[in-house]
């Protein structure tokens, strides 16, 4: 049975990082893409970085030069270094895995319930 934990959300001043985490186990984690996404309170889920089984990695336009994704695939963990957070950086982030070797190309089928990021100004 495969499980997706995310960690690492909190309060945060505008300008600091947060370092978030995501366990998923249950996989064979090399052959998985995975993602992280996020939702900001009245509006719509949105991709935010994800890397293929290739370690090639993308990100959404508004977090690139301040975001990095990574994944151990032998502690099952993906991470996602964030810096320089701004306020419209608050939402939930969810991790979410796919048996696929590239991003974007199947639907998620493994999420997690989310940790939430709060950026005060």
């Known amino acids: 049975q495969v499980h997706v934990v995310e960690s690492g959300g909190g309060l945060v001043q505008a300008g600091g990082s947060l370092r978030l985490s995501c366990l998923a186990s249950?996989?064979?984690?090399?052959?998985?893409?995975m993602a992280w996404f996020r939702q900001a309170p009245g509006k719509e889920r949105e991709g935010v970085s994800c890397?293929?089984?290739?370690?090639?990695?993308s990100y959404t336009d508004s977090v690139k030069g301040r975001v990095t994704i990574s994944r151990d695939v032998d502690k099952h963990t993906l991470t996602l270094q964030m810096n320089d957070l701004r306020p419209e950086d608050t939402a939930m982030y969810y991790c979410?895995?796919?048996?696929?070797?590239?991003?974007?190309?199947?639907?998620?089928?493994?999420w997690g319930r989310g940790t939430e990021v709060t950026v005060s100004s």
């Open positions: 249950g996989l064979t984690f090399e052959n998985y893409a």
């Open positions: 979410a895995a796919v048996r696929a070797r590239q991003c974007g190309t199947l639907p998620y089928n493994y």
């Open positions: 890397i293929n089984s290739g370690e090639f990695t």
